[in-house]
């Protein structure tokens, strides 16, 4: 993880800080992290409810050309100013595949529900 220069509510990230102007380039916390399809095998579960998302710019790695259809509630906290408008926007379609959007709050704070 890296934090940014402006301390502001301590932001930390695990992304490339080379694309980001301000963000620190030295490491300060090693973090573990998990794939989704680790999720489901790991807990030996086939389908979740409610999954709420906030993992600070890795969004796009989570989620991207995974199967979403064993989720039925999603609330998602996306970083555009990290992923940049192409992931951002490549992201967000790919949702619209499984999910249709409940309610947005502000550009960054969405929540969705399964088309099926």
Not at 64 to 93: A, M, R, V
């Amino acid at each position: 993880m890296r934090t940014h220069e402006n301390e502001l509510s301590r932001d930390a990230s695990c992304f490339n800080p080379a694309q980001h102007p301000g963000w620190g380039r030295e490491q300060v916390e090693e973090v573990s992290t998990i794939c989704l399809e680790d999720i489901y095998s790991q807990h030996n579960i086939d389908y979740i409810d409610y999954m709420k998302v906030d993992c600070e710019g890795s969004e796009y790695p989570l989620l991207i050309n995974k199967d979403l259809s064993k989720i039925n509630f999603l609330s998602l906290e996306i970083h555009p100013g990290l992923l940049g408008d192409d992931l951002t926007t490549e992201l967000l379609e790919y949702l619209e595949v499984y999910f249709k959007l409940h309610y947005q709050f502000g550009e960054h704070i969405l929540f969705y529900e399964t088309r099926s």
